[in-house]
């Protein structure tokens, strides 16, 4: 999981790792090793109570035999990695030049042995872009600053 990239809401609990490292007083330029340490800490933390919550709910216990496969699943689709799947999935890719990115991840208990899960990405103070529509032809378009992006995602995870 590439938890130091984004906020995540576990259940409620919110887990944002600049939060952490401006708690930290470590600096990122002269301090490099410990921030390491301190990213390496905090992944281990958030991938902990993600697999806490999963396997402790009903769709763990319903999953018991594949409780691994439950946290998998749902740790793939809480990455970038499974927000960019989502993203291709729903359309033309566009890939900003530059600029801002916030991303937002939460996993919830919802109905009984199910899990929702909540995607979402901004993009804000680019000014191109290129637009990725399955052809081989991309070219740099020219936006106003002011553009933004957003995609939102959500989805319900019963157990396999």
Not at 100 to 126: A, I, M, Y
Request: aromatic fraction near 4%; proline fraction near 2%; hydrophobic fraction near 35%.
């Amino acid at each position: 999981m590439d938890v130091t990239r984004g906020v995540y809401v576990v259940q409620g609990a919110r887990y944002d790792f600049e939060v952490t490292l401006a708690e930290s007083g470590l600096d990122i330029e002269k301090q490099s090793l410990e921030v390491e340490n301190l990213k390496e800490a905090f992944s281990s933390s958030v991938a902990a109570d993600v697999r806490r919550h999963l396997i402790e709910s009903d769709a763990g216990h319903m999953a018991r035999r594949g409780a691994n496969q439950l946290v998998q699943a749902v740790t793939a689709l809480l990455t970038q990695s499974g927000l960019a799947n989502i993203e291709r999935a729903c359309g033309d890719h566009v890939i900003v030049s530059g600029g801002d990115q916030e991303l937002h991840f939460e996993l919830k208990q919802g109905p009984p042995r199910c899990w929702d899960l909540v995607l979402s990405c901004k993009k804000t103070n680019f000014t191109s872009f290129m637009l990725n529509s399955r052809s081989d032809a991309m070219e740099v378009l020219a936006c106003s600053p002011s553009s933004r992006i957003e995609r939102h995602s959500e989805k319900s995870r019963e157990p396999i």
